[in-house]
């Protein structure tokens, strides 16, 4: 490499590691072309050095900013030195593109260097086939571990969590507590709790480790320890775990089965993840775009979003019917036809002001059976409240326009008319959809718009019709 070259990997000012991204927190594009040329010329040593020793995430966006075709041969080039903890960094289309080409030795040695919860997210993907190879060469202790974790549900607490853990039984002291962590070496890397369990594994408590710290050796663990803040069901929905440690600020709780035995640990970092996945998914939903990534191909990116258009033609078709019961009253008012997308757009964007909110709030679990009458009741009074000040301004346009003042009451009675129905659509309908077990997110959009846009037409082609006797 020539020392132009060596000048762009420019290590952190706090230490000597390779600074990847640019002001804008984007890899940068003359560090790309480093890592393209180097794979190009088949430089393990670069890419072992810069590439190589970069945290996981960093990896993770490394290889999302590459080329297919590069981030395969990087994977290949810098084989047992590649972190497969990159792949849970990335994309479901990308992990998988990756995984796919590589020999199911190598995943499997890899994924035994791996903690639980990270061999879990890369093992979900993979064929039946391939899964079940793969498990085959693994450790018969750490194999039981991993088909434990991957029966429990998708997007469950129990495929989120960690199967490695600390747990002592309450008889111990603090004294023998520190020796056994002192002296075991199969404990996870890091831990901020030890959990106290019975001979069955029965979770009874847990101490942290400062109180570990501050108590005398001698003293037992059944005299420190304190009731598990908040243990989690194993098949309790991930979002749901979620709320909890948002609730209570926890950074570790306790997985616990059926039988409440303890079965695993869900940690910060994976909560995390949870609500960014959960966030993302609740915005793409809302537009009717599925579970699309940015690196799908035109196939799959067109397949995601067709069958939403498809409805969304239909209820556009419904609209349309509504407009052709009063083409009469159009074509001898040719104002109406230039007023009417007004009321209808304002309809919308209100319902889908208040059907955001609504959605949001479901999933946070922030409105309930208690407070929704008071929320609804609350939407209501903002839809008339906005309806009759934009009843008023969009009245005076009209006016103004059309030189006539009767045609600016119309559209401002349509106005109050549609934003009142608005309101109520984006709360009621994502209400009834989460009672009847359908998702708000991605269902709730058409249906708001459609009613907004129904409503706003027959609101002012039929006020207009009945005012003007046309």
């Not at 793969?134 to 450790?139: E, M, R």
């Not at 077990?437 to 039929?462: K, N, Q, R, W």
Request: charged share 25%.
């Amino acid at each position: 490499m020539t020392n132009d070259a060596e000048e762009l990997v420019r290590p952190r000012p706090d230490s000597g590691e390779t600074d990847i991204y640019d002001e804008n927190g984007n890899v940068r594009g003359d560090f790309l072309a480093l890592v393209g040329a180097a794979i190009a010329d088949r430089d393990t040593i670069f890419l072992r050095q810069h590439v190589a020793r970069l945290h996981e995430s960093e990896i993770g966006d490394l290889l999302e900013s590459l080329q297919p075709d590069q981030r395969l041969a990087l994977v290949r080039l810098l084989g047992d030195e590649f972190d497969m903890t990159a792949l849970t960094e990335v994309d479901e289309t990308i992990r998988r593109e990756i995984v796919d080409q590589m020999p199911n030795e190598q995943i499997a040695a890899a994924i035994g260097e791996l903690d639980s919860d990270d061999a879990v997210y890369i093992l979900e993907d993979l064929d039946t086939e391939d899964r079940e190879e793969i498990l085959a060469q693994l450790p018969f202790t750490e194999r039981v571990r991993l088909r434990r974790a991957l029966d429990y549900p998708e997007s469950s607490a129990g495929r989120r969590m960690q199967t490695e853990f600390v747990a002592v039984p309450p008889f111990w002291t603090v004294g023998q507590t520190i020796d056994y962590m002192r002296d075991e070496e199969d404990l996870p890397y890091s831990f901020s709790q030890i959990f106290v369990i019975d001979p069955t594994f029965k979770l009874l408590g847990a101490v942290d480790l400062d109180k570990i710290l501050r108590t005398k050796r001698q003293s037992k663990i059944e005299s420190i320890m304190r009731e598990t803040n908040h243990p989690i069901p194993a098949e309790m929905d991930q979002e749901e775990a979620a709320q909890l440690f948002e609730q209570y600020d926890l950074l570790s709780a306790a997985v616990v089965d059926e039988n409440d035995r303890l079965v695993g640990v869900l940690t910060i970092d994976d909560v995390v993840d949870v609500i960014h996945e959960e966030a993302d998914e609740d915005i793409k939903r809302l537009g009717g775009v599925g579970d699309e990534e940015l690196s799908d191909n035109v196939f799959s990116t067109v397949r995601s979003r067709f069958l939403w258009l498809v409805i969304n033609l239909g209820t556009a078709l419904l609209s349309a019917s509504v407009i052709g019961l009063f083409d009469e009253s159009i074509e001898k008012m040719i104002a109406l036809a230039v007023l009417m997308p007004i009321v209808a757009s304002m309809g919308g964007n209100a319902g889908t002001q208040t059907m955001t909110v609504t959605v949001r709030a479901l999933a946070t679990g922030d409105i309930d059976i208690y407070n929704a009458g008071r929320i609804i009741r609350r939407e209501a009074g903002v839809g008339v409240a906005n309806g009759a000040l934009f009843s008023v301004i969009m009245g005076a346009i009209a006016a103004t326009w059309f030189h006539d003042y009767q045609l600016g009451f119309v559209i401002g009675a349509a106005m109050v008319i549609n934003l009142f129905a608005a309101a109520l659509a984006g709360i009621l309908l994502p209400l009834l959809l989460d009672k009847v077990g359908a998702d708000p997110a991605i269902a709730s959009s058409v249906f708001v718009t459609t009613v907004t846009d129904c409503t706003g037409f027959f609101a002012f082609l039929g006020i207009a019709t009945w005012w003007f006797g046309i």
